[in-house]
């Protein structure tokens, strides 16, 4: 793929699996690459020196917040995203979709991105693995549901109701192209509706369909308008569908019709891991090989293994960053060398009271060459805010060394021996 200040070259393939180079005006971005969340136009805690340290390559900010506030014209009118946040690495903005779901069909069926995207999952819903064949959508959400849609969508825009202070704003698709030109980041993404796992095929074959027209619509918009800060940038088409095969090929193959020169996978991935890796695989069928491809709101350890090796190039997930507020230490084995089921240790655990050990044995990052178990936890219990910043830069130095190995092991052709040493104990 190439356009004006954009190339992606594949360097290696291993089955569906991509090891490739985003070429973009604030620099390369080696695949697969983890994008952190940078909500606010911030990683939470973190500077953006502290981001280089860790070797972050690219964040995601988001539309919609950032629209709310600051506002796009002043963030354009102090030089757009980069300048704004002192940040010199690429950057991609969401479109406002995301929050046509949660704070939409979130609200009302009681499903996030994630603790509970996969309301299927026992661990996470509490409904057992056989949960889509024995409960009803219906069931689900009356279990989970019961809150309030703050959204209204229509064919020509959705209204949303601020969360803020409660004031009505709209978005169509030619608002989301000018927020996100004015905002300029590198990458952008066309202005979709998300919708829920508890969505029924009906309503999410209707809601397909509103994005194709959105995506149309976004394209002309993109086209005919120009980036007020002289920078090209890449507009992503986003595949809707939910894990409905006919519904999520229909869609991969028409947005990969349209032209877009990058494409995104987004809505919601089914209501169990399983769901998720056939959603992937459908979508993947549908579109050419050439362009970048990202997965929207996915990144724990076992995801990026599954996302890689379906041929996804970048992932974005605010869970490394969020799990690192909550005391949660991302890390492979325990102190006795087993695997870790959920890659993670709690940080609050009295048994750190006193250990003078970095968080992770042989960790790289600042945080584990310079303080101990012992300081760390006691910033956590004394809700001192150094704690989410040393947490906040192990966990994505954790995610970053990931991606390296498994950009090293796609080079190499062991990416299978790889993902068999990381996953198989856990099975």
């Not at 308008?225 to 920078?231: A, M, R, V």
């Not at 992932?315 to 089921?341: E, H, K, Q």
């Not at 940080?347 to 970095?358: I, L, Q, S, V």
């Not at 990931?402 to 996953?423: G, H, M, P, T, V």
Request: aromatic share 8%; proline share 4%.
């Amino acid at each position: 793929m190439t356009q004006d200040g954009f190339q992606f070259d594949i360097l290696a393939r291993r089955g569906r699996a991509r090891r490739g180079r985003l070429h973009t005006p604030h620099g390369v971005i080696e695949t697969p690459s983890f994008v952190a969340v940078g909500t606010q136009a911030t990683v939470k805690s973190l500077t953006p020196e502290d981001l280089a340290e860790v070797g972050t390559q690219v964040i995601f900010a988001n539309t919609y917040h950032l629209y709310l506030r600051p506002g796009a014209d002043t963030v354009a009118a102090l030089g757009g995203l980069h300048s704004f946040m002192h940040f010199d690495k690429p950057i991609m903005t969401d479109s406002g979709g995301f929050q046509v779901f949660s704070l939409g069909a979130s609200i009302e069926h009681g499903v996030g991105k994630i603790a509970n995207i996969f309301p299927g999952e026992g661990s996470q819903g509490e409904l057992g693995k056989d949960a889509r064949a024995s409960s009803s959508r219906k069931q689900i959400s009356e279990q989970r549901g019961g809150g309030k849609s703050l959204v209204q969508v229509s064919e020509t825009e959705v209204r949303f109701k601020s969360h803020i202070d409660g004031s009505e704003h709209i978005f169509t698709p030619e608002v989301s192209i000018d927020v996100q030109r004015n905002l300029g980041a590198d990458m952008i993404l066309a202005f979709d509706e998300c919708t829920s796992p508890l969505h029924d095929e009906a309503y999410t074959a209707r809601s397909a369909e509103r994005t194709h027209r959105w995506a149309r619509r976004c394209l002309t918009a993109f086209h005919n308008s120009t980036p007020p800060h002289k920078q090209p940038q890449l507009l992503y088409g986003i595949i809707q569908g939910g894990a409905f095969e006919q519904v999520r090929r229909h869609s991969a193959k028409t947005i990969a019709e349209m032209g877009f020169n990058a494409l995104a996978i987004g809505g919601n991935l089914g209501q169990t891991k399983a769901d998720m890796h056939d959603v992937i695989n459908w979508s993947v069928d549908e579109i050419p090989d050439g362009p970048p491809r990202h997965l929207l709101g996915i990144g724990d350890v076992v995801d990026v293994f599954e996302a890689v090796e379906r041929g996804c190039d970048t992932f974005d997930c605010v869970s490394p960053t969020r799990n690192a507020r909550n005391a949660g230490i991302l890390a492979r084995f325990d102190d006795d060398g087993r695997p870790l089921a959920k890659f993670r240790i709690n940080m609050r655990n009295a048994r750190f009271a006193r250990d003078e050990r970095p968080l992770v044995a042989g960790c790289g990052c600042y945080t584990c060459q310079h303080y101990s178990r012992a300081y760390l936890r006691h910033l956590f219990k004394a809700h001192e805010i150094l704690a989410q910043r040393l947490a906040s830069i192990h966990n994505l130095y954790f995610m970053e060394q990931l991606c390296a190995d498994i950009r090293a092991a796609l080079e190499e052709d062991s990416f299978a021996e790889l993902k068999q040493a990381w996953l198989a104990p856990l099975s």
